[in-house]
């Protein structure tokens, strides 16, 4: 059974302010990505695409951790541990634009190279470690 979010974690996820994702690779050495990142109720949904290194540790290994902070206050950290429970295309493009809109005021997300193949990533919390406090 996992943990669930605080109202201030909410509130700091649907803040454009960019998390860093760390996922295992596959000779056991972590990766750190900064991204974006949004959630549905008590879930973490993030973004990437089909070939990419996150996407490849993910599938392979459904651990990883999320941290961010606000800007304003390094010290009201959010760190989660968490399981990926779904890898999916399906609602993936209007996830990313919808991320577009949060983190860049578009519409659309302008970085799409052609052919790109969108992701979006559902993760579970399993433990928070730490949590921004109400101010």
């Known amino acids: 059974m996992g943990e669930n979010l605080s109202q201030a974690s909410i509130e700091l996820i649907e803040r454009p302010v960019v998390a ?7 000779r056991g050495r972590p990766q750190l990505t900064p991204l974006w990142i949004d959630h549905d109720g008590n879930d973490i949904l993030v973004n990437t695409a089909e070939g ?14 999320i941290s961010m902070y606000p800007p304003e206050d390094p010290y009201k950290v ?21 991320l577009a809109k949060k983190y860049l005021g578009q519409d659309t997300y302008p970085m799409r190279r052609p052919g790109e193949v969108r992701l979006k990533v559902r ?3 399993d433990r928070i470690v730490a949590e921004p406090q109400g101010g």
């Open 20 to 26: 860093f994702l760390a996922t295992v690779d596959s």
């Open 123 to 125: 993760i579970r919390p």
């Open 52 to 65: 990419r290194a996150k996407a490849l540790n993910m599938r392979r290994n459904p651990n990883v951790s």
């Open 78 to 98: 959010l760190a989660i541990r968490g399981t990926v429970t779904e890898v999916t295309t399906e609602g993936a493009d209007d996830h990313i634009d919808a």
